[in-house]
């Protein structure tokens, strides 16, 4: 992807050295995990054990925090290896705290190895309960009359599905009401994908070690481990830091000031290339959002009969009437005007409701290959070059792809299913083979970049699956590039905002039935508070997980 704009040169920069000063975590897979944990002890001679007691002291630390520890009567289940140990850790820390603690093996003890058979005999030597568990009924009424519960059994190694006495001590577990602390990740939970391997812990917190893992992160996974914290168990903080190639969260640096000179031509210009019969809220909803979001100029390239319909909810857009076929799409006679007009834009946005008609297909896919600026593919547009693919990758200009999953698996060539269970995997493989920037749309949407970068945004809510709140996605994206982000920061900027708006509308109206039209009313009001400060509940959200 070969690109260089000059213009606004001095803005993006402030956007550039601004974000190197900007902390953004790092979310890691198992194996890297793995990697950082081999690092400490080989390389740092931080001894395992270490490792370990910072881990259980930082858990008892928001147990003491979250339930109280004097007086109060804990369970907690460990299974083998060292989450169990860390669980040990947890235990001891209780009991030298004033809690009662009855620690429960659903593993066999003369496995534990290294630091967590070191912890496992020193719990032997305290008067601490340590039961081996051979059925479920053996700990139900240990759990109906605790304060809290300790889930230390999978930790992140789990590779398969939960059954037998394992799967019945979790549905005691959450089925108990009472609050539960996992370490970690919440057990039953794939700490590389956050899927659910059969059934899995619900907890009310969550401490895990080192950095976030994927799975803490990802939906379904994330759904399940409450409030989420994470120790670095003393892991220095260029070992945190890793590669700049890896999973990170998403934290833009803001926006440019706006310069007090502004005009409409300063503060972007964007075209629309959109709309089709029966399609006439996409395209309005896109060219619209782009001005809601504080961009200047929006053209709106729309067949001719649609343009005094839309002209009557946007007025303030610029239209660009064009030739349409018998089925109200666009025509291919309109390509070299809409090259030319391209040429003059900032960033051109092509697919909302363009409707599936071959002839319009077409067009799509010579526009895709001879506009020389960036350009912003959506909806329909993914449809009519997804089988094309080598139009995405050879071109010169930056491309911008933000599919749904349906989207997702034309592009990638991948199933549904693999994509909901492998997303960043399959995400970093079709940004590098598009060359391109692809935002890949749902809960916790993530976007790629062509280098391997993966960014997982913490914005937005449920309501926003609703037909339309796309189209304002793509407007919001090319606001920010047009008012002086770099083209990376504006989509990681554009995706953040859109998910704010959503949040804004869902605090003032509910989750329930928010539209398009509400996420598009609501970007002022991000864009202010975006600035200005966001709400203390949802800048918490966005920030990630608390660092003990």
Same mark, same amino acid.
Request: glycine residues 12%; aromatic residues 6%.
């Given at each position: =992807?070969?690109?260089?704009?000059?213009?606004?040169?001095?803005?993006?920069?402030?956007?550039?050295?601004?974000?190197?000063?900007?902390?953004?975590?790092?979310?890691?897979?198992?194996?890297?995990?793995?990697?950082?944990?081999?690092?400490?002890?080989?390389?740092?001679?931080?001894?395992?054990? /270490?490792?370990?007691?910072?881990?259980?002291?930082?858990?008892?630390?928001?147990?003491?925090?979250?339930? +109280?520890?004097? *007086?109060?009567?804990?369970?907690?289940?460990?299974?083998?290896? %060292?989450?169990?140990?860390?669980?040990?850790?947890?235990?001891?820390?209780?009991?030298?705290?004033?809690?009662?603690?009855?620690?429960?093996?659903?593993?066999?003890?003369?496995?534990?190895?290294?630091?967590?058979?070191?912890?496992?005999?020193?719990?032997?030597?305290?008067?601490?309960?340590?039961?081996?568990?051979?059925?479920?009924?053996?700990?139900?009424?240990?759990?109906?009359?605790?304060?809290?519960?300790?889930?230390?059994?999978?930790?992140? +190694?789990?590779?398969?599905?939960?059954? +037998?006495?394992?799967?019945?001590?979790?549905?005691?577990?959450?089925?108990?009401?009472?609050?539960?602390?996992?370490?970690?990740?919440?057990?039953?939970?794939?700490?590389?994908?956050?899927?659910?391997?059969?059934?899995?812990?619900?907890?009310?917190?969550?401490?895990?070690?080192?950095?976030?893992?994927?799975?803490?992160?990802?939906?379904?996974?994330?759904?399940?481990?409450?409030?989420?914290?994470?120790?670095?168990?003393?892991?220095?903080?260029?070992?945190?830091? *890793?590669?700049?190639?890896?999973?990170?969260?998403?934290?833009?640096?803001?926006?440019?000031?706006? %310069?007090?000179?502004?005009?409409?031509?300063?503060?972007?210009?964007?075209?629309?290339?959109?709309?089709?019969?029966?399609?006439?809220?996409?395209?309005?909803?896109?060219?619209?959002?782009?001005?809601?979001?504080?961009?200047?100029?929006?053209?709106?390239?729309?067949?001719?009969?649609?343009?005094?319909?839309?002209?009557?909810?946007?007025?303030?857009?610029?239209?660009?009437?064009?030739?349409?076929?018998?089925?109200?799409?666009?025509?291919?006679?309109?390509?070299?005007?809409?090259?030319?007009?391209?040429?003059?834009?900032? =960033?051109?946005?092509?697919?909302?409701?363009?409707?599936?008609?071959?002839?319009?297909?077409?067009?799509?896919?010579?526009?895709?290959?001879? /506009?020389?600026?960036?350009?912003?593919?959506?909806?329909?547009?993914?449809?009519?070059?997804?089988?094309?693919?080598?139009?995405?990758?050879?071109?010169?200009?930056?491309?911008?792809?933000?599919?749904?999953?349906?989207? =997702?698996?034309?592009?990638?060539?991948?199933?549904?299913?693999?994509?909901?269970?492998?997303?960043?995997?399959?995400?970093?493989?079709?940004?590098?083979?598009?060359?391109?920037?692809?935002?890949?749309?749902?809960?916790?949407?993530?976007?790629?970049?062509?280098?391997?970068?993966?960014?997982?945004?913490?914005?937005?809510?449920?309501?926003?699956?609703?037909?339309?709140?796309?189209?304002?996605?793509?407007?919001?994206?090319?606001?920010?590039? *047009?008012?002086?982000?770099?083209?990376?920061?504006?989509?990681?900027?554009?995706?953040? /905002?859109?998910?704010?708006?959503?949040?804004?509308?869902?605090?003032?109206?509910?989750?329930?039935?928010?539209?398009?039209?509400?996420?598009?009313?609501?970007?002022?009001?991000?864009?202010?508070?975006?600035?200005?400060?966001?709400?203390?509940?949802?800048?918490?959200?966005?920030?990630?997980?608390?660092?003990?």
């Amino acid at each position: =992807m070969i690109f260089i704009d000059f213009k606004d040169k001095e803005r993006r920069n402030f956007c550039r050295e601004k974000r190197t000063k900007e902390s953004v975590m790092r979310v890691c897979s198992v194996q890297e995990m793995r990697a950082m944990d081999r690092y400490a002890i080989e390389h740092l001679a931080i001894p395992e054990e /270490i490792l370990m007691e910072n881990a259980g002291l930082a858990a008892a630390a928001v147990l003491k925090r979250e339930i +109280g520890i004097p *007086g109060r009567k804990f369970v907690i289940f460990c299974g083998g290896g %060292n989450n169990g140990g860390d669980g040990f850790v947890v235990a001891r820390k209780v009991f030298s705290d004033g809690g009662t603690v009855r620690v429960f093996l659903l593993a066999d003890p003369e496995k534990f190895r290294g630091a967590a058979r070191t912890n496992l005999d020193i719990l032997k030597r305290l008067p601490i309960d340590l039961i081996s568990v051979e059925s479920a009924e053996q700990v139900r009424c240990d759990i109906r009359h605790c304060h809290g519960i300790v889930d230390a059994i999978f930790g992140t +190694g789990l590779d398969r599905p939960v059954g +037998g006495l394992f799967k019945e001590v979790i549905d005691l577990i959450n089925g108990s009401g009472r609050k539960v602390l996992s370490l970690d990740i919440p057990s039953g939970v794939n700490g590389d994908t956050g899927e659910i391997m059969g059934v899995a812990v619900q907890a009310d917190f969550t401490v895990t070690f080192g950095l976030p893992k994927i799975g803490n992160i990802l939906y379904p996974g994330f759904s399940r481990g409450g409030k989420l914290h994470v120790c670095h168990i003393s892991f220095p903080p260029d070992l945190q830091a *890793g590669t700049s190639r890896g999973v990170l969260l998403n934290n833009p640096p803001p926006v440019p000031p706006r %310069n007090l000179d502004a005009h409409k031509g300063s503060v972007g210009e964007a075209l629309f290339i959109a709309g089709a019969a029966n399609y006439f809220g996409a395209p309005c909803f896109a060219a619209l959002s782009f001005l809601k979001a504080g961009g200047g100029y929006s053209r709106l390239a729309a067949p001719a009969s649609m343009i005094p319909s839309i002209a009557q909810r946007g007025g303030e857009i610029v239209f660009v009437p064009q030739r349409e076929t018998a089925a109200g799409s666009l025509s291919g006679d309109n390509f070299e005007e809409l090259l030319a007009l391209s040429a003059k834009m900032d =960033m051109v946005v092509i697919g909302p409701g363009l409707s599936l008609e071959e002839e319009t297909k077409s067009l799509v896919r010579a526009l895709v290959q001879d /506009i020389a600026r960036p350009l912003l593919i959506d909806g329909d547009g993914i449809t009519a070059v997804a089988s094309r693919p080598e139009l995405i990758s050879e071109r010169k200009a930056p491309t911008i792809l933000t599919p749904h999953p349906g989207e =997702m698996a034309r592009l990638s060539g991948m199933s549904i299913q693999d994509i909901r269970r492998e997303r960043i995997r399959i995400l970093q493989e079709t940004a590098a083979n598009l060359r391109a920037i692809v935002v890949l749309k749902g809960a916790h949407s993530l976007i790629g970049m062509p280098d391997g970068r993966v960014f997982i945004n913490l914005s937005g809510n449920p309501g926003m699956a609703t037909a339309g709140s796309g189209d304002v996605l793509t407007g919001t994206i090319a606001a920010m590039y *047009g008012q002086g982000l770099p083209l990376e920061d504006a989509v990681c900027k554009g995706v953040l /905002i859109h998910g704010l708006s959503g949040d804004l509308a869902a605090e003032a109206r509910g989750e329930d039935g928010i539209t398009a039209q509400d996420i598009l009313n609501f970007l002022p009001e991000a864009r202010k508070a975006d600035r200005e400060g966001v709400p203390a509940e949802l800048f918490r959200r966005y920030s990630g997980p608390e660092i003990l």
